[in-house]
C-alpha cells in the first residue's frame, strides 16, 4: 500500500494550509489514518489521526487550530491547518493502517507517506 502526501508549502503565521494523502494499492479497508510531523532536530510526534468511525484524536499542541478528515471511497485523509505559528514548521508525514488483499489471505499494513514540508515564517 503506498500513500501520496501533497499541500506542504511556505505559509505566513496565521495562514493556513491544507494536506492530502492518498492511499493506493490491494486496499481492503483503512482502520486508522493520520498525520504525524517531525521538527528539525526533534523526534516524530502525533499530530492527528481519525479512525474509519469518524472518531478523532488530536495533540494538544493543534487542538483548535488543525482538522483532521477523510474521504473512505477515495481512502484519502485530509489535514486542515488554521492559525499556523512558526512552531507548526515540520515535515508532516501521513500514515495509514489496515488490511489489504493478497493472492492468498488479507494481510494487516502500516504504510507512511513520503512527507511534505510545511515552513511557516514569522
Known amino acids: 500500500v503506498q500513500l501520496q502526501a501533497s499541500g506542504g508549502g511556505l505559509v505566513q503565521a496565521g495562514g493556513s494550509l491544507r494536506l492530502s494523502c492518498a492511499a493506493s494499492g490491494r486496499i481492503l479497508s483503512i482502520n486508522v489514518m493520520g498525520w504525524y510531523r517531525q521538527a528539525p532536530g526533534k523526534q516524530r510526534e502525533l499530530a492527528a489521526i481519525i479512525d474509519s468511525g469518524g472518531r478523532t484524536n488530536y495533540a494538544d499542541s493543534v487542538k483548535g487550530r488543525f482538522t483532521i478528515s477523510r474521504d473512505n471511497a477515495k481512502n484519502t485523509v485530509y489535514l486542515q491547518m488554521n492559525s499556523l505559528k512558526s512552531e507548526d514548521t515540520a515535515v508532516y508525514y501521513c500514515?495509514?493502517?489496515?488490511?489489504?488483499?493478497?493472492?492468498?489471505?488479507?494481510?494487516?499494513?502500516?504504510?507512511w507517506g513520503q512527507g511534505t514540508l510545511v515552513t511557516v515564517s514569522s
Open positions: 500514515k495509514a493502517d489496515g488490511v489489504r488483499t493478497t493472492d492468498w489471505s488479507p494481510r494487516t499494513f502500516a504504510s
